[in-house]
């Protein structure tokens, strides 16, 4: 299978705890882009990544979130000291170049739960 | 306003029915457009561009009305595997880059 990757496909934490989530884009793929999804709602953009170059990030990410892509391949994102509102489904996407009409292609996404 | 606002649903339509979502947005600089398929706890996946007045794919139909910031999608012939969450999606421009803003989504069912 050669599409995104995500890893775990689930977790369940205790608030407070840290976490970390990874993303293996489409091999050729330069542009990797973060997402988190809630029950009822569409994806919300977190962050984007050019290679190993993090671009752009929402407001939505505090501090305690934090993305790398370090040799511009796989991607971490990492969230500190959980609150029960980061429960949700974290989604990974990846494509190739800079046209905008260039499809994304999203991974299985990782389910987080804070209990 | 929502940067982009779907028709909330849910749509319980027989088989073999035609239905259509709506769906508006707010940046009148947006160039292309494009509709996700999200089936329930899967990642989303293209169901179809849209970069001039329309697109058509079988028995999907998307059209776009730039003046009045619209997009539709209309499935004919209404089959069970199309049920699913649709999102209608708008690329908008933010510091560096295009990031796609979803909308809510639309809820889809079809009936035997």
């Not at chain 1, 489409?26 to 671009?55: C, D, K, M, V």
């Not at chain 2, 139909?61 to 209608?88: E, F, H, M, P, V």
Request: with cysteine; glycine share 8%.
């Amino acid at each position: 299978d050669t599409g995104v990757s995500q890893d775990p496909r689930h977790k369940i934490t205790k608030r407070g705890q840290n976490v970390t989530f990874r993303c293996d884009p489409i091999s050729e793929h330069n542009r990797l882009y973060w997402y988190r999804q809630t029950l009822g709602q569409g994806p919300e953009f977190l962050t984007y990544f050019q290679n190993e170059a993090q671009l752009e990030k929402s407001r939505l990410l505090s501090d305690r979130f934090s993305a790398e892509r370090p040799k511009g391949s796989f991607s971490t994102l990492e969230i500190q000291r959980t609150e029960q509102g980061d429960s949700a489904m974290y989604l990974c996407a990846s494509r190739y170049g800079t046209a905008s009409y260039n499809e994304q292609f999203f991974g299985p996404g990782t389910r987080l739960t804070v209990l | 306003r929502k940067e982009v606002e779907q028709d909330p649903g849910p749509f319980n339509v027989p088989e073999g029915a035609t239905v259509a979502f709506n769906c508006t947005y707010s940046n009148s600089a947006s160039q292309s457009f494009f509709w996700y398929r999200q089936d329930c706890r899967k990642e989303p996946k293209l169901l179809m561009s849209v970069y001039s007045s329309g697109n058509e794919d079988g028995r999907f139909t998307a059209q776009l009305n730039r003046a009045s910031q619209y997009i539709s999608l209309l499935i004919r012939d209404s089959k069970l595997s199309d049920s699913a969450t649709y999102l209608c999606v708008v690329p908008i421009s933010s510091g560096s880059a295009r990031q796609l803003t979803f909308g809510s989504g639309t809820q889809l069912t079809v009936l035997p």
